[in-house]
């Protein structure tokens, strides 16, 4: 990553920490973490079964990209041992603020993910939701991924599905995506990914994230999306809308 790349990246970041724009509670108060953690899991239902499954109980984890920390904490809570990492210094002070008002121990480091600074075959688990599709270089934070996990680990990830609901919707009106200023924004077809993730032995591609609705946009057109869009949606069989989730979770192993 050049260094001018690097910090126009790390300066958005500090500038757009996720899901801020929709907190009402004094920043860094119980409140505030509460607020973003009930948002978050409100749109990403399938995120707070994963976080909270106890599936990584006992396990030693990596979370890349680790905002203020909402996962990091679910993490933490169902009894995994955690390492918080992020580009953003402004999130990193809010995730430790957050773990520690849950009485959590958790190693939370400002941390390029495409640099880790971590020995190989460290972690059982490297979670990135929401983080490859923002860095410079997507292809050398996969290959540090793979090298921190250890044999049988297994990497949980994010990317942007293009041929989604949700960036069609985009197009046709006219209304950006979240963060589509960010100095990167990449979207991914599933043949794409799959490319991306050949050195892995296995995956599990599911695509997830359909219609709820919006907080973040007012007016005419937002009405019109919660009214008539997400509840029209969201009557169709959703073996029908499955391919066209916006987000393609992956489960890869390391062989």
């Not at 589509?180 to 296995?202: G, H, M, T």
């Not at 591609?205 to 999306?225: C, D, E, M, S």
């Not at 509840?231 to 489960?251: D, E």
């Amino acid at each position: 990553m050049t260094n001018s790349k690097t910090h126009l990246i790390q300066q958005y970041w500090n500038e757009h920490i996720h899901d801020l724009s929709i907190a009402t509670r004094p920043i860094g108060s119980a409140d505030f973490f509460q607020e973003l953690a009930d948002y978050r899991f409100e749109k990403l239902d399938y995120l707070k079964e994963l976080l909270n499954s106890g599936g990584q109980q006992g396990k030693l984890i990596l979370e890349i990209g680790c905002g203020a920390g909402i996962d990091l904490v679910c993490l933490a809570k169902s009894g995994a041992f955690v390492y918080g990492i992020d580009f953003s210094s402004i999130a990193i002070k809010l995730a430790k603020k957050n773990c520690e008002q849950n009485g959590l121990r958790a190693n939370v480091l400002l941390m390029d993910g495409e640099t880790l600074g971590f020995n190989d075959n460290t972690f059982d688990t490297v979670y990135a939701h929401g983080v490859l599709q923002y860095t410079a270089d997507d292809k050398r934070m996969i290959a540090e991924i793979y090298r921190v996990l250890k044999p049988n680990g297994q990497a949980i990830m994010m990317f942007y599905n293009r041929c989604s609901w949700l960036n069609a919707l985009s197009h046709l009106t006219n209304v950006g995506l979240e963060h589509a200023d960010a100095p990167i924004l990449r979207k991914y077809s599933i043949n794409e990914v799959k490319q991306l993730l050949q050195p892995f032995s296995s995956l599990q591609i599911i695509p997830q994230r359909f219609p709820v609705a919006t907080r973040l946009h007012q007016g005419a057109k937002a009405r019109l999306y919660n009214d008539l869009f997400v509840k029209s949606f969201n009557w169709l069989p959703r073996s029908w809308v499955k391919p066209l989730g916006w987000h393609l979770m992956v489960f890869a192993t390391k062989a």
